[in-house]
């Protein structure tokens, strides 16, 4: 049965019933507005009540759990977190790293991600995406550069989902070791082509982000594979080496030859080869024409250079002329002196 009894706590909590309504409303619920708020059906009876009726009995105890159970909604709609992210994953290209991920199912816009890395897997720090700002911030994307500068360490990652100041939880854990799992890019390859051998030099991609880190080919110990062939479609042949410059010898005059390079490390499978790159040998009547040609112009174009540097140097004045016969009227000596 409802009282007529009117006391403090009743009243309190008969206007807090209005106002929770009236906050729905205004959070985007489907509760009527405050000026639509004229009137409602009391808890636990089916008499209408006004807002204004003062002849309206209160509501006590059935008002509790309906405050209790609007109050619980509320704060869980609002603090409730955003789903964590799914689907980590690390693309590693010459040991620059970017972790990537998806969003999580049901996650609202404007959710911004912040990475966590840990080598104890219980000391997390959070991995900032503008590394000279003084405090990190979240990242709106999915994906971002990290920063690890120990390549032998075993490192842990995870990523949490950052909506109206709460913190989903963390995503799954993956692990990531630099050294092991970074691909190596192709090798860079030049080639000259001469009478019957092909001068070859490889150059293998620099980890700018590791000063101190010795060369690919120094700390992987490394090895080169090299495969050729004449033209396009011919017979492939094989050969390895250490050097990064070396001659490919014994090959057919005038021909032209297409060179591949691949980079034989140890405990890394996970790189490209070269793409492949071809150069002709030089035939025997161009080389001998090659030679005439600079047994006759050299010594031609050294004569030339030396003659137009002494007419350059005589006009001008710099080199000394020949003195001028001087007639001998014009010498004067030295008058003798006599005794008398």
């Not at 955003?82 to 609202?108: E, I, Y």
Request: proline content about 9%; glycine content about 6%; charged content about 20%.
């Amino acid at each position: 049965m409802w009282r007529a009894e009117r006391s403090p706590s009743a009243s309190q909590c008969k206007e807090s019933f209005w106002e929770l309504l009236v906050f729905l409303r205004g959070c985007g619920s489907s509760a009527p507005g405050r000026q639509e708020l004229d009137r409602v059906v009391l808890p636990g009876s089916q008499r209408v009540c006004r807002r204004d009726d003062e002849s309206c009995p209160p509501v006590t105890m059935a008002c509790l759990p309906l405050l209790l159970c609007l109050s619980l909604l509320l704060h869980s709609e609002l603090a409730h977190p955003p789903p964590a992210p799914v689907n980590l994953s690390v693309d590693s290209l010459n040991f620059r790293h970017v972790l990537r991920w998806k969003p999580g199912d049901n996650t609202p816009p404007g959710t911004e991600y912040g990475v966590f890395v840990s080598e104890e897997w219980n000391e997390w720090e959070q991995q900032c995406n503008i590394p000279t700002q003084p405090q990190c911030n979240q990242t709106s994307g999915t994906s971002m550069p990290l920063m690890l500068p120990e390549w032998e360490s075993q490192y842990y990652l995870h990523v949490k989902s950052f909506f109206n100041q709460t913190w989903s939880p963390r995503s799954k854990i993956i692990v990531f070791v630099p050294y092991k799992e970074t691909k190596l890019g192709p090798p860079e390859v030049s080639l000259v082509g001469y009478e019957n051998y092909i001068q070859i030099n490889i150059s293998l991609p620099w980890p700018d982000d590791l000063p101190n880190f010795p060369s690919i080919q120094q700390y992987y110990e490394a090895s080169f594979r090299v495969e050729f062939r004449i033209g396009t479609d011919g017979e492939i042949g094989t050969l390895e080496t250490e050097n990064k410059s070396f001659i490919l010898e014994n090959l057919k005059k005038g021909a032209e030859y297409c060179i591949e390079v691949k980079l034989n490390t140890r405990e890394l499978n996970n790189h490209e080869p070269s793409a492949w790159k071809c150069t002709f040998t030089t035939a025997v009547d161009q080389q001998r024409g090659l030679t005439l040609g600079l047994v006759i112009g050299v010594p031609m174009v050294a004569i030339f250079i030396v003659t137009s540097c002494l007419l350059l140097l005589f006009y001008t004045g710099v080199t000394c002329k020949l003195k001028e016969t001087v007639p001998r009227a014009l010498i004067v000596r030295n008058p003798v002196s006599c005794a008398l």
